[in-house]
């Protein structure tokens, strides 16, 4: 089991069962903005592994794109998970509190990385995403 919450403390979940690889670094617009940082870190849970313990009715969400669902702790704003129509959660691994064991595989979305990072790391690295200010143009 991991325990994981929000950076007040209000919101507390547990995950039984494990996190479904690979953990990665995606540098898209939308999870730069929503971690607010130069990327997300996220590995999938199955959806039925997720409890929480404390705070889940202040779980608010936004909708980033038709049927995909974002969802934050409404007291602090701390990014949770993101979900869609399958049985899977894109889970933001900065909210855990325990050591899932598990190390970053991959980046993803590395068209749209902020021009200040640099990859230095042997990681394999998927191109792909709108360049890092290309969201800006639209309406």
């Known amino acids: 089991m991991l325990r994981g919450s929000c950076a007040c403390g209000h919101i507390k979940y547990e995950i039984h069962g494990e996190l479904i690889e690979p953990v990665s670094y995606c540098h898209c617009w939308r999870c730069r903005k929503h971690s607010g940082s ?3 870190t996220t590995a999938d849970v199955n959806a039925e592994h997720l409890r929480f313990v404390t705070g889940e009715t202040d779980l608010k969400f936004w909708e980033s794109s038709p049927g995909i669902r974002r969802y934050f702790a409404g007291c602090c704003g701390s ?5 869609g129509e399958g049985q ?3 889970f933001r691994l900065g ?3 325990d050591d ?3 190390l970053v595989a991959a980046h993803y979305m590395i068209d749209a990385k902020a021009p200040w990072v640099r990859l230095t790391d042997q990681l394999p690295a998927e191109e792909g ?3 890092p200010f290309d969201y ?3 309406d």
């Open 95 to 97: 909210t855990l509190d």
């Open 79 to 83: 990014p949770i998970y993101k979900a």
């Open 38 to 40: 130069s990327f997300g």
């Open 136 to 138: 800006l143009d639209q």
């Open 129 to 131: 995403g709108e360049g």
């Open 88 to 90: 899977h959660l894109g």
């Open 100 to 102: 899932p064991d598990v």
